[in-house]
């Protein structure tokens, strides 16, 4: 026993080795999901009546100042706007955002290889690209004088507006009604925003579409 | 023909000795001029102050408007990025607090919520804490995928590697960078690191095409710590470096360069210098721990138990709970042996991993139990894990058995890991 | 000898730069735009992960347990899968629904709510609900779920349950542009 205590000894504080920390490191790795969350869709006639505007936000509640700052968008995600001409439901045209490098890139409104789930990108359908805008900085806009299109992508204010506690607490029965005044909770923060103007003439021209957004990952 | 083949196995030999030789050799991988930089930027560190700016924010909103819950979570994660950037463990209970309210507020219903309380309950090593919200998040259903992720994650945490790979079964996915850290978790669990290395490399690349910082950062410093653990020491610190150009604050990757300039380069006088940079910033007692370990490298017996009161004070907080216990166990094994077994036990219950086991066999042979302490060796720990540590421990209970046959090939083991397990141990192993 | 050891030497630096290289830069090929810029290949297929059409359907209306499902159902499939489900939460929600202020009782409502998509008209107006156009787009102003609620909670006449018609909150903290990309500013 007293030589075994010896030879203890020697490496007795060996406890704060190599490895035994980085176990403890990789204990709790990030799960990625969230890149990919859509918060919110609009879609609507542009200041030029020709044209249709769609507008893709991602990653909710931002703080002003480096969380803003420093938020990028995912470059395995791709954005999809979804557009069907026909009233079926099944999209007839996409708008494609991909971005890389600093840059979103738009493809499209072009027939897609394929409906549903999965989609490829046409290198072909490339309608423009913009560099992603800075926070602080001033909004970085394409305007595609071959395509008529319009881009843009980067943080902007969150533009919805809605007291999501006091209806979460309706929900779970806590509350009967809505306060007066009520709280918006999405005052003061911001988003990742991807907006883009397209000729109404791309789409189909008059009538109506119906559209929705979609983010896939490669 | 014969001749041949006696040539080509010479051949073979001679590559691979000079092979060994070449990365045995005492070469200098480190420099200074690589990393400075990054330590003289500790001040200020700027990751800690985004996340204080952040929690400042989130703090005066949900002030203005208490019934705002959505905020909760965004406090947690400003005050789990100060715990990340400070080593505070104040930080973390903060992060608990809050996820605490907001899953009341939520009834314990949202997925997603569970899932944060539950990750803050992994980082404080209450594992049975987290799988019991787990659960109750894969029940409800929706976010199902990140709570299959983290149930895989706790139950290897908790040594259950089959409920483990029933989980790794149902998120299978190669182009999926959760699966394929996890896939290396695994393969590395099993002993495979070549699959490990490989399987973190596909996911690292993930990482880069999608050019998130976060997930880049992780990915390198996980990459560089199995670099290691396989002796690519060079690739190690190369990763290390990587990582910090894109965080330059970041205290895992620093350490990780002193681990190297310790164990590798024997530079006792520099990696203590890097630790002390990182202690102004960061501060976690496991660098007291390495302080000491290289201060009795050094045979500076003062300097050792400076080193370690300074761990006894750090952890004398009660918001560390178990968080430390197996350090603090390893540490009894010595002066207080019953300590450790008691320490011991616990783990067992808790988590009856083969590291849990290994710490309690080693206890009960420092209190002299050497029999009982092989049984639980042989049935828990050998064929369970090939982590060095637990080679270690054994190869002391083999020998307190007289079974020194057993040893040869465990010293052997143990002596080509040697930058993994460090210099002192490694005087140690030679003693085998 | 001397060979031998040339050439272990040379096999042993290979294999040395060999694990030492950093990971292959990936070489992309260079395609041009319309406008003559060199752009990069978009390769791989890529996946559903999320969606979303009229704003806070998913959240209202899916039961929890079935969010992630409707996250990837396609829209064309939606109505069978997810009509009777909602026609449910929305008497659990207002169990004195009838109609509501566009005359749809709860299966013709829900029936046009299952299918989650934005019609946009590309003929002149585009709201979510002004007063005359029903939706017919939604523009960033759009107070939806003031819109929404009405639709749920507010009867035939938006009359009823006054106190869950109107989250009293009507506008962003933050004025839009009137012009490209029309988003305020970020704070």
Redesign the interface.
Known sequence: ?KK??I????????????????AD?????????G????T????????DNNN??F?ANVQG?L??????S?A?F?????I?F?I?TNA???EDLVIQA????GKM?F?GPYQPNST??????K??A????VNISQ?GGA?A?SN?S??GI?A?AG???D??????????????GNA???????????????VM?I?V?VP?AL???????????????? | MITKNIWFVLIVLAIFTSCKTDTDSDSTITSQKDYLVFLESNNPNNTQKEAKENFEFWNEKINKEPNQFPYLGKLASSQNALFEATGNIENLKNAEAYLVQLNEKTQFNKPSHLQSLARVYISQHRFLEALELLLNAENIGDNLEASQKMLFDVYLELGDSDKAAAYLEKFKDFSDFDYLLRLAKWSDHNSDLDAAIKYMEKATAIAESSNLKSAKIWSYTNLADFYGHSGQIDKAYNFYLKSLELDPDNSYAKKGIAWIVFSHEKNTKEAKSIINKILETHNAPDYYLLLAEIAEYEGNEKEKNKALDSYWQAINNSGYGDMYNVYSAKLYLDSNPEKALEIAKREVENRPTAMSYSLYSHSLLSIGQKEEALKVLETHVIGHTTEPDALLTAAYIYKANGLNEKVKPIKKDLLDSSFEIGPLTIKEVELL | MKSIKILLTATCLSVFLFNCSEDDVNDRNFATSPEGEPIEQFDGTYTLEDQMARPAINTVFVNSGSKDTFNTTLPADMGSAFQSSFEAKLLALNPGYTTNALGLDAATFTTVLATDVLTVSLDGTTTFFDGTNVLTGRTLADDVINVELLLIFGGPMGADNPGLTNDNVDANDKPFLNSFPYLASPW
């Open positions: 026993m075994l205590k030879i203890l000894g020697v490496g007795l504080l060996a406890v704060a080795g190599y490895f035994t920390v980085a490191h990789i204990d709790a790795p990030a799960v990625m999901g890149s990919s969350d859509i919110d869709y609009f879609a609507f006639q542009g200041q249709i505007v507008v509640l703080a002003p100042g480096s969380a803003t420093s990028t995912d470059e395995n995600v791709m999809e979804n069907d079926d439901a099944v991909v971005p890389r490098d890139y493809f549903g789930i999965s989609s490829t990108i290198s072909e490339l309608a423009t690209s926070y909004a806009i595609s071959v395509s319009k843009f943080p902007r204010d533009p919805f507006f809605f007291d999501f506690a006091q209806y979460s607490e309706i929900i779970a009967t009604s809505f306060n007066n005044p009520g709280s918006d909770t999405f005052a003061g923060t911001n925003s907006v103007e109404k789409l189909g021209g008059s009538g109506s579409i119906n559209t929705w957004v979609e983010s896939k990952r490669k």
